[in-house]
């Protein structure tokens, strides 16, 4: 069973992920004619691989994975993570897998050696699938400048966990989020799709767990649904991460 991680939530580990904010940037050239919202999942439990890509579906959407090869089929907190065979389905279905370590290891506490090929495995296993893991989330949202420097050359995009919109000009190798997660996820991120609107920015959400009883880090599916729904009935696209920067 995999345990629950703690980053580092001391005053130092919030002032070094906002520090990071500032350096190795990378503008974003988006041109956006329409607010985006892209739906994201991470890790990912197989309930966001069935149930969370159905319900896009069920939408004509489709999202981005952001995958951990190394927890294929183990039993975890948020239940039990996808195996391979889920990973090819879902790219089968036109849904975008990207990479998160294959360990979901802390980008800022892993020596470099040790990161490098980690991030190595788990690009050579999504290739493997038939994947092309071209954008990257950092687990936990741990960044820092040393991290950022490092991957920036490898990934088009770099997803963390601070909350905000993307504009003309954002930084691709810090991209915010906004969690759907907790008693509150889904106002909160109704919340900033209306701001995405007022803006004509670009969203990007993410979870974990898609399931009637999710995890402290997921969502159910019918609060899913119920924010494509809104996404949709406010103007926005629906998009994923890879077409929103290749467009």
Excluded at 50 to 63: C, I, Q, Y
Aim: charged share 20%; aromatic share 6%; glycine share 12%.
């Amino acid at each position: 069973m995999i345990q629950p991680y703690t980053p580092d939530v001391s005053l130092m580990g919030k002032l070094r992920r906002r520090f990071a904010r500032l350096t190795h940037r990378r503008p974003a050239r988006l041109g956006l004619t329409r607010p985006t919202v892209s739906f994201t999942f991470d890790d990912i439990p197989a309930s966001a691989g069935h149930a969370g890509a159905k319900t896009l579906e069920a939408h004509d959407a489709r999202g981005t994975f952001y995958v951990c090869a190394g927890l294929f089929g183990q039993d975890g907190h948020m239940g039990r993570f996808a195996d391979g065979g889920e990973i090819v389905d879902l790219i089968r279905r036109g849904h975008e897998v990207a990479g998160h370590t294959f360990g979901h290891l802390d980008c800022h506490r892993t020596p470099e050696a040790e990161l490098i090929a980690d991030l190595d495995a788990n690009d050579a296993a999504l290739h493997g699938l038939g994947a092309a893991p071209i954008h990257f989330a950092y687990p936990y949202g741990e960044v820092s400048p040393r991290a950022k420097a490092l991957l920036a050359g490898r990934y088009a995009s770099l997803r963390g966990v601070h909350k905000g919109l993307v504009h003309d000009g954002g930084d691709l190798n810090q991209l915010p989020g906004v969690g759907i997660e907790g008693p509150d996820g889904e106002a909160l991120a109704r919340q900033w799709i209306d701001r995405a609107v007022s803006e004509n920015a670009w969203l990007i959400l993410y979870t974990h767990d898609v399931r009637e009883t999710p995890s402290p880090w997921g969502c159910t599916p019918d609060a899913l649904s119920r924010l494509i729904a809104h996404a949709r009935a406010t103007g926005c696209d629906i998009r994923t991460v890879g077409e929103v920067l290749a467009a």
